[in-house]
């Protein structure tokens, strides 16, 4: 990604930034509702979704199909924003603010999943935890996302 936003010589380099946010919003529409119609979005879903509830028939989820949730969670999420990052960095911006919105970035990604597995070992009050670091993630990429296409389209990135 960096690559592309350095090469200046390319006329396609402007629309493909504009396609790569767009999809970014796309990405995130997808997710939110994804995860409202798999009933795991909000703190009562996430605990009933991990504990299971015997009213309804919900066996708990398999420690092990938790993790193979987490760890394809991570690697989306860690690439979107690493993506989206590296144009961030190019942008005219002070050293702060680069560095500390993808690092608040990375510690609500890994805050989310590690929320769940406290659930999973009892801790319920976690799943706020776990609602609230998402919702402040999907903020922040969004955040990233549109200061990335300003200060491309503005031509304030290095």
Do not use: C, W
């Amino acid at each position: 990604m960096r690559f592309v936003v350095q090469h200046r010589k390319a006329d396609f380099i402007k629309s493909l930034i504009l396609l790569f946010s767009i999809s970014i919003y796309f990405y995130v529409f997808v997710f939110l509702i994804y995860r409202y119609e798999g009933e795991f979005l909000f703190p009562d879903q996430v605990l009933r979704y991990i504990k299971g509830n015997p009213d309804e028939f919900l066996e708990p989820v398999p420690f092990v199909s938790l993790l193979e949730e987490i760890h394809i969670f991570l690697f989306i999420n860690i690439f979107l924003l690493l993506s989206i990052s590296s144009v961030l960095f190019r942008a005219t911006l002070s050293e702060k603010i680069k560095t500390v919105l993808p690092a608040v970035g990375f510690l609500l990604i890994n805050l989310e999943p590690l929320s769940k597995i406290a659930i999973f070992y009892g801790y319920e009050n976690f799943s706020y935890i776990s609602f609230i670091s998402l919702i402040l993630y999907i903020l922040l990429v969004l955040v990233i996302n549109t200061m990335n296409v300003y200060f491309f389209l503005t031509g304030r990135i290095k």
